[in-house]
């Protein structure tokens, strides 16, 4: 403190950060890089740990012995499905009922704002079908959920069987002190919408639906299972959630504990686990397992039913069954010992489960990195937007002064306040274009078009977006002669504390995204000035603009996924991430597409005009 009180040392120090800023940016930069990469090395992260004693203290002896009865059921439901073309409520009414439940139905309807091309619907009809399970021994204020979805053709057939199975045997214990409530939800996240919404009494997305007739507590905990095969390998945890929502740790330990137990191999982001960490090979599984992660949270979007419990604080996953690891192989019998283990774990809670971590990366299911190690990555990358912000604040603060030929020294005139808000105004003015226009506009360009609806939505925003990059020429016609060279430097002071205000906020909601907007967006607003090259600085603030980012992203992903793809393939893929960003943002409040169309965006064209500065 001293330092700063007393003005000539803090004259000094400013000078010290203002003299090197370039260097220490470079610096911070790489340093930020480096420690996100050595999150996967394994002596850097923490191992997993049961945090709840609740879960952790008893011992369960699990004893479900109907898995072939199970699956038997599966196929009779998939016979069902057949015949009537869709979810066979009046059977699964029936079935639920000949097991003791509380059965209960609830039809919901909703319309898409443009058609779903990938299935092929424009509204969206259904049913969920819910048996309820009273808990024999306490008050019936608390509940657990087992969902499974009803998907089309042969897939998850063998889910429902399960769930009713566990349904059956559940029933004839006397332990349960909550409430269970067995799920099969039609057309997979809609559906799952619908009887959240209809459960807590709130309508956020505008969907219709019929309100439940039968409640029982208050969630705890939910999960959701998706089987589509009599052979399993392994189970894959998935949890990734809706806006990046993380459930707590707590759950995915408790998960790879019975997974342990019962002998079941287990996998995340579809990865075998390795021991071998201090080879280059262990390495780089652990940062593909992590770096999947990343780009899943980042996405914003629900990879599973579970995603959507966790908006209302209900810890939730999705257990997915795997049948690609031929040697190894698990019977029914055994998934439903585990799921049957979980579930009596999760009854023994006295409260919500809360003493583990909310944020979280995981480069295995036994190694975790936690809030405290991954958030100084994102502070060093910030940091650099403070340094820049220092340097043009200093430089704003005493302008060089220039001497005429007569003598006469001259102070360059202060920027109007018109040449700074006309860009900002006229970037966010894009950006709202960006937001509204493809889903409104797409009637119009159907009619004039040979075009079908979707495909209008997604063209009229990629044309938004690229006719953003004539902003500067249009922006610079508005005003009345040419801007100063302390007007860019305003500019720029304005658009990079924005973007760390922005990348600030972004991070603390979901680290993932705040993260790789970062790694493309820094560089950018560090370095750019009008007096860089044009033609190549263009190309780099294309190459590193949001649009391309999420582009590579979907490359990057198909890599790591081990699914690579051709450049039509992945143009194609990536017109159908577009279209359904836009959809989840319309169905279930995903907040990506408004972020990176309101906010990302005009930030982007801000550094953008800075470049053509006149």
Not at 402 to 422: A, H, K
């Amino acid at each position: 403190m001293g330092l700063l009180s007393d003005p000539n040392r803090r004259r000094a120090l400013i000078g010290m950060l203002t003299r090197l800023n370039a260097p220490i940016c470079m610096i911070c930069y790489m340093a930020g890089v480096a420690w996100f990469m050595g999150l996967a090395f394994e002596p850097f992260t923490l191992r997993t740990y049961m945090s709840e004693n609740a879960m952790g203290s008893t011992m369960v002896e699990e004893r479900f012995p109907a898995g072939e009865r199970a699956l038997a059921t599966g196929r009779e439901f998939a016979a069902h499905k057949k015949k009537t073309g869709g979810m066979p409520v009046d059977w699964l009414i029936r079935t639920m009922q000949a097991r003791g439940l509380e059965v209960y139905t609830q039809r919901f309807s909703r319309k898409l704002p443009f058609p779903d091309e990938d299935k092929e619907r424009y509204m969206v009809k259904g049913t969920n079908v819910y048996g309820i399970l009273r808990a024999p021994r306490a008050p019936r204020t608390e509940a657990l959920v087992l969902s499974a979805p009803c998907s089309p053709g042969n897939e998850n057939n063998q889910a429902v069987g399960l769930l009713l199975g566990l349904a059956q045997y559940f029933r004839s214990q006397i332990y349960w002190a909550k409430d269970i409530i067995f799920l099969v939800n039609e057309h997979d996240l809609i559906g799952m919408q619908a009887w959240l919404e209809g459960y807590h009494h709130t309508n956020t997305t505008g969907m219709d639906w019929s309100p439940l007739q039968g409640r029982g507590g208050s969630i705890q905990a939910a999960l959701s299972l998706e089987l589509s095969s009599d052979v399993v390998t392994s189970l894959d945890l998935v949890l990734e959630g809706l806006n990046g929502q993380l459930p707590n740790l707590d759950l995915a330990n408790l998960f790879y504990a019975f997974c342990q137990k019962i002998g079941v191999l287990c996998t995340t982001q579809g990865k075998l686990p390795r021991n071998d960490w201090d080879t280059t090979s262990g390495y780089s599984h652990a940062v593909q397992t992590m770096m999947l992660m990343v780009l899943k949270q980042a996405s914003g979007r629900p990879w599973g039913d579970h995603g959507l419990f966790l908006r209302y604080h209900i810890e939730a996953a999705s257990i997915k069954g795997v049948n690609s690891f031929r040697q190894y192989k698990t019977d029914a019998t055994t998934v439903g010992r585990l799921l049957e283990g979980m579930y009596r774990k999760l009854n023994n809670l006295l409260e919500r489960l809360h003493q583990s971590y909310f944020f979280y990366l995981m480069p295995s299911l036994t190694r975790f990195v936690s809030i405290g190690y991954y958030m100084p990555a994102f502070g060093l990358l910030a940091l650099i937007l403070l340094l820049r912000a220092l340097d043009l604040w200093v430089q704003l603060s005493s302008p060089p002064t220039r001497t005429t030929e007569d003598g006469v020294e001259v102070v360059p005139t202060s920027p109007g306040v018109l040449s700074i808000l006309t860009p900002l105004v006229i970037s966010h003015l894009t950006g709202v274009a960006l937001y509204t226009l493809p889903v409104l506009s797409q009637e119009l360009a159907v009619q004039h078009f040979p075009v079908s609806e979707t495909e209008a939505v997604v063209l009229t925003a990629i044309a938004i977006y690229t006719a953003g990059l004539a902003l500067p020429h249009n922006t610079h016609r508005l005003l009345a002669g040419e801007g100063t060279e302390q007007g860019w430097k305003v500019l720029k002071l304005v658009a990079v504390l924005y973007l760390a205000v922005l990348l600030g906020c972004t991070a603390l909601i979901n680290f993932s995204l705040g993260f790789i907007l970062a790694l493309t967006l820094v560089p950018l607003a560090a370095f750019i000035t009008p007096h860089v090259p044009k033609t190549l600085s263009a190309v780099v603030m294309v190459i590193l603009s949001p649009g391309l980012t999420l582009l590579f992203a979907v490359f990057f992903f198909q890599e790591l996924q081990e699914t690579p793809v051709t450049l039509q393939e992945g143009w194609m893929l990536y017109l159908s991430v577009i279209s359904q960003g836009i959809l989840d943002h319309a169905l279930y409040g995903s907040l990506l597409y408004p972020l990176a169309a309101l906010l990302v965006y005009p930030c982007w064209l801000l550094f953008w005009n800075i470049l053509f500065w006149k």
